[in-house]
């Protein structure tokens, strides 16, 4: 299983990013798909998560709700994760991580799988 994250860069305040997450050797479609996010110094935090529940539903952390969207592309096994109206208290290293869990979607110890993570940096 290998999960590539891609999409970071540097942007100023405000600004947008949209960040994927491709996958190979697993079905994203059939788990739960977790992004994180790390600054210097301080600890992985739940960002957002897709969960199969009849549909896909989405939860998001309460620091990114209404600025983050995330979105399957079923075809190309990825997820994307559109971000909006940047702050720099989101710089960080994004990760994209996949569970078996349902519940428990915000705790990183659940996941399985990890990308190995891209950079984002918003300047002020």
């Known amino acids: 299983v290998q999960l590539q994250a891609s999409g970071g860069g540097l942007v100023q305040t405000g600004g947008s990013l949209r960040l994927s997450c491709a996958a190979s050797g697993i079905n994203l479609n059939s788990y739960t798909v977790g992004w994180f996010r790390q600054a210097p110094g301080q600890e992985r935090e739940f960002v957002t998560a897709g969960i199969w529940s009849g549909g896909f539903v989405y939860y998001y952390s309460d620091s990114v709700k209404g600025r983050f969207t995330l979105a399957r592309d079923s075809d190309k096994n990825t997820v994307t994760l559109q971000m909006n109206s940047l702050k720099p208290v989101d710089t960080g290293v994004y990760y994209c991580?996949?569970?078996?869990?349902?519940?428990?979607?915000?705790?990183?110890?659940?996941?399985?799988?990890w990308g190995q993570g891209t950079q984002v940096t918003v300047s002020s």
């Open positions: 991580a996949v569970s078996d869990y349902v519940s428990g979607y915000t705790q990183a110890h659940n996941y399985d799988y």
